[in-house]
T-cell receptor, first 116, second 113 residues
Framework: GAVVSQHPSWVICKSGTSVKIECRSLDFQATTMFWYRQFPKQSLMLMATSNEGSKATYEQGVEKDKFLINHASLTLSTLTVTSAHPEDSSFYIC????????????FGQGTRLTVV | AQSVTQLGSHVSVSEGALVLLRCNYSSSVPPYLFWYVQYPNQGLQLLLKYTSAATLVKGINGFEAEFKKSETSFHLTKPSAHMSDAAEYFCAVSNTNAGKSTFGDGTTLTVKP
């Protein structure tokens, strides 16, 4: 299958700072990328859907000013957690797909964010 | 709206025994169904998917699942469990092959020696 790479794999940041997580499709054009959040021992909750070149669509209850998503190219989407707080600590996972090719969405390896 | 229910948050089997992980879905359109496995602190790995072709789907690592429309189920099975199968398993539903997915709560599979 196709490869989706997330960076960093883990990050620790101080409260009040911002942190950026990258999601890259390495061998296909990801016209659509999805960002999920996973709390310990829980399922994945979709945060937002981003389409290349347009604004992200956020799920209900997700603060768009808190979680900034940029999808400026066909191979890269970024999630920036602004003014992070300890309650933002979580596992963030992206997935990428190319609806034009009708392939399933491929998942990155996830990013463990810890806010101290 | 779509939803997934995974019956049994924890399943424990002995090595060599049958693995059965249950998944029921709800969808207003013909669904695409997926099973993923997740190891600690890792992303999701696709085990298999149903996309309206054969109802019995074979996946990686000896897993398979059967789509039963009348029961709205997509249970995952493996004839003989290995220790390496111990992980978290998620069932997911989507209305397209490449679209966003709705995940079940997950089932933790434990394999006893």
């Amino acid at each position: 299958g196709a490869v989706v790479s997330q960076h960093p794999s883990w990050v620790i940041c101080k409260s009040g700072t911002s942190v950026k997580i990258e999601c890259r499709s390495l061998d296909f054009q990801a016209t659509t990328m999805f960002w999920y959040r996973q709390f310990p021992k829980q399922s994945l909750m979709l945060m937002a859907t981003s389409n290349e070149g347009s604004k992200a669509t956020y799920e209900q209850g997700v603060e768009k000013d808190k979680f900034l998503i940029n999808h400026a190219s066909l191979t890269l989407s970024t999630l920036t957690v602004t003014s992070a707080h300890p309650e933002d600590s979580s596992f963030y996972i992206c997935s990428a797909s190319d609806p034009r090719a009708n392939t399933e969405a491929f998942f990155g390896q996830g990013t463990r964010l810890t806010v101290v | 709206a779509q939803s997934v229910t995974q019956l049994g948050s924890h399943v424990s089997v002995s090595e060599g025994a049958l693995v059965l992980l249950r998944c029921n879905y709800s969808s207003s359109v013909p669904p695409y169904l997926f099973w993923y496995v997740q190891y600690p602190n890792q992303g999701l790995q696709l085990l298999l998917k149903y996309t309206s072709a054969a109802t019995l789907v074979k996946g990686i690592n000896g897993f398979e699942a059967e789509f039963k429309k009348s029961e709205t189920s997509f249970h995952l099975t493996k004839p003989s469990a290995h220790m390496s199968d111990a992980a978290e398993y998620f069932c997911a539903v989507s209305n397209t092959n490449a679209g966003k997915s709705t995940f079940g709560d997950g089932t933790t599979l434990t394999v006893k020696p």
